[in-house]
């Protein structure tokens, strides 16, 4: 499970340069070639120099696009992972959340690579998703979820910003908007 997103942070405070359409719509942007299209909610912006695109997997980071928004401050992050990735999650709920809570598990999720330094606190299914609530020394509580589209694992998270805090249910809230805008993004995609 190398593509749990773990140490691509203290990137984000105020985007200069970020990636959304007019009109305040959600910010979307390709990804592997066009095989599947990364969307973001509105009011925040994709950074393209933070982003990362091989061909194989993709790294999609996001924040608030301005500080004048009304949204909530939050580093938004979509990792991509490559074909058949998905097959992971035919394991269930109940397996993943098992794998979550090892010791390998909680390395793979925290920031610093290091079982000691993440809690999983929670973890259940919504629309699909598999959401993990984890509480990790780096940045504090935080939300992560785990879709299949087209045979790719999608992971998606929502986490506080580094100059401060996000409550957990605004941060839950951030990461279902996020989960449904990108598969509407993608319902139309071969």
């Known amino acids: 499970m190398a593509i749990w997103i773990g140490r691509a942070f203290p990137v984000l405070f105020l985007l200069a340069a970020c990636v959304a359409p007019g009109g305040g719509g959600a910010a979307v942007t390709p990804v592997l070639?066009?095989?599947?299209?990364?969307?973001?909610?509105?009011?925040?912006?994709i950074d393209p120099r933070a982003?990362?695109?091989?061909?194989?997997?993709?790294?999609?980071?996001a924040g608030r696009c301005a500080a004048d928004r009304p949204v909530p401050a939050a580093v938004l992050t979509v990792s991509v992972g490559g074909e058949g990735s998905s097959a992971i999650l035919k394991a269930g709920a109940r397996a993943l959340t098992d794998w979550a809570?090892?010791?390998?598990?909680?390395?793979?999720?925290?920031?610093?690579?290091?079982?000691?330094?993440?809690?999983?606190?929670?973890?259940l299914v919504w629309d699909g998703a598999?959401?993990?609530?984890?509480?990790?020394r780096a940045t504090g509580p935080y939300w992560r979820a785990a879709i299949g589209l087209k045979g790719r694992l999608v992971m998606v998270s929502v986490s506080p910003p580094a100059q401060?805090?996000?409550?957990?249910?605004?941060?839950?809230?951030?990461?279902?908007?996020?989960?449904t805008g990108i598969k509407r993004a993608n319902a139309a995609s071969p």
Do not use: M, N, Q, W
């Open 101 to 123: 809570r090892s010791p390998a598990g909680r390395a793979a999720l925290a920031r610093d690579g290091k079982a000691g330094s993440v809690a999983v606190r929670e973890t």
């Open 33 to 45: 070639g066009g095989a599947l299209t990364v969307a973001v909610p509105a009011g925040y912006c």
């Open 51 to 61: 982003s990362h695109d091989d061909g194989r997997s993709a790294l999609v980071i």
């Open 130 to 136: 598999f959401l993990i609530r984890l509480e990790d």
């Open 164 to 179: 401060g805090g996000l409550p957990l249910e605004e941060g839950r809230e951030i990461l279902e908007r996020a989960i």
